[in-house]
C-alpha cells in the first residue's frame, strides 16, 4: 500500500513539473507565435522625386515677378529651359532662357546658382536672391525636328499676325545647320529646345510634326518644311 502510495506521489510531482515546463519561452531559434496570426510585411515606401520635372514659382525673391509668372524645365539629361511670362500694355508674351543643371546647381546665362530640393518644393538661389518653387509636371520630351529646310509663312510681332517669307532654317541629324535671316545666313546648332546662332544667340522653338514654331521675346515665327 505504501509503495502505490509513493508511486501516485511520484506521478503527481512529474505531472506538476511537466505543466509548469510548458509555459517556458521557446529555446533560442524556435519560433514565437505572433498575436493576431501572421506578420503583415510593411508597404514599401515611395523613394522620393529627384529634380526632374517642371517648376512653377510659388514664392519670389524678386518683386518682380509673381507667383505662377516663372517655369523653369529640368530634363534627364541635365539640360531645360526657364520661362518668364511678360506683360505689356494688351497682351502678353514669354521669354526663354537656356539652362544646365546638376546635382544641387541650376546655370541660367553662364552663371551658377544654388538649390535645394525638400519633397515638391525647389529653392533656388540665383544672383543673390532665393526663390520657392513647386512642382507643377513631368518633363516631357519633345519631338525633335525632322531633317531639311523650313521656311517661315507667319510672323506674330506684339500679339499681331503678319504674312511673312523672309526667314528660314535648315536643320541636319547631326545637330547642326544654318539660319537665314535679314539677308544673311549664319551657321546653327540645335539641341531638343533650342536652335543656337553663330554660337551666341539661342532661340527656343517648338515642333508639331509639321510646323515650328520660334519664340524670340515679342515675336513667334511659324515655319513649315519646304
Known amino acids: 500500500m505504501k509503495k502505490l502510495l509513493v508511486l501516485l506521489l ?10 509548469c515546463g510548458g509555459g517556458k519561452d521557446p529555446v533560442s531559434g524556435g519560433t514565437s507565435p505572433v498575436s493576431g ?15 526632374v520635372g517642371k517648376w512653377t514659382l510659388s514664392e519670389s525673391g524678386d518683386p518682380a515677378y509673381a507667383p505662377g509668372q516663372i517655369t523653369m524645365v ?9 520661362a518668364i511670362t511678360q506683360f505689356k500694355e494688351n497682351f502678353s508674351y514669354m521669354d526663354f532662357t537656356e539652362l544646365r543643371w546638376s546635382e544641387g546647381a541650376i546655370f ?28 507643377s509636371g513631368t518633363a516631357d520630351t519633345p519631338l525633335a525636328p525632322a531633317s ?11 500679339g499681331e499676325e ?15 545647320g544654318t539660319w537665314f535671316s535679314y539677308g544673311e545666313t549664319h551657321p546653327m546648332t540645335w ?3 533650342f536652335f543656337t546662332v553663330d554660337g551666341d544667340q539661342s532661340f527656343y522653338y517648338l515642333y508639331d510634326g509639321s510646323q515650328l514654331k520660334i519664340f ?5 515665327i511659324l515655319l513649315k518644311q519646304s
Open 10 to 19: 511520484t506521478l503527481a510531482m512529474i505531472l506538476a513539473l511537466a505543466a
Open 37 to 51: 496570426g501572421e506578420t503583415v510585411p510593411s508597404a514599401p515606401q515611395p523613394t522620393p522625386a529627384g529634380p
Open 74 to 82: 529640368l530634363d534627364e539629361t541635365g539640360s531645360g529651359y526657364q
Open 108 to 135: 541660367l546665362e553662364g552663371k551658377g546658382g544654388a538649390f535645394l530640393l525638400q519633397g515638391d518644393t525647389l529653392t533656388f538661389t540665383w544672383d543673390g536672391m532665393s526663390s520657392a518653387y513647386v512642382r
Open 148 to 158: 531639311g529646310s523650313y521656311s517661315s509663312y507667319v510672323v506674330y510681332e506684339e
Open 162 to 176: 503678319y504674312p511673312d517669307s523672309s526667314f528660314s532654317i535648315t536643320v541636319n541629324a547631326d545637330g547642326s
Open 191 to 193: 539641341n531638343r529646345y
Open 216 to 220: 524670340d521675346g515679342e515675336y513667334l
